[in-house]
């Protein structure tokens, strides 16, 4: 199993800025790609930004420019810098790993974390 919890969500101004962090525990060493998902009122939960372990970084093509992921796997943690934020990035953001088990990848999620953005 794998335990994952953010923090780092608030309140924010449209132009501003909020980091996200998300520590990792438990089975972590298999674990492939870690993430970040949101989801706004009424929507689906989409994908923000992956980052796997040795590979290069995805992001949802809304977030481009603005929003940075990375990962410190000494300290199994990874973080989202959100800058530039606008009312359209409300939302909860959800931390995710994949961890490989044998053939198998397997999803875990954190709990989320609420973004404001205010205009």
């Known amino acids: 199993q794998v335990q994952l919890v953010e923090s780092g969500g608030g309140l924010v101004q449209a132009g501003g800025s909020l980091r996200l962090s998300c520590a990792a525990s438990?089975?972590?060493?298999?674990?492939?790609?870690m993430g970040w998902y949101r989801q706004a009122p009424g929507k689906q939960r989409e994908l923000v930004a992956t980052?796997?372990?040795?590979?290069?970084?995805n992001y949802a093509d809304s977030v481009k420019g603005r929003f940075t992921i990375s990962r410190d796997n000494a300290k199994n943690k990874v973080y989202l810098q959100m800058n530039s934020l606008k009312p359209e990035d409300t939302a909860v953001y959800y931390c995710?790993?994949?961890?490989?088990?044998?053939?198998?990848?397997?999803?875990?999620w954190g709990q989320g974390t609420q973004v404001t953005v205010s205009s």
């Open positions: 438990g089975m972590i060493f298999s674990i492939k790609t």
């Open positions: 995710n790993a994949e961890r490989v088990v044998v053939t198998k990848t397997i999803g875990y």
């Open positions: 980052i796997p372990t040795g590979g290069s970084t």
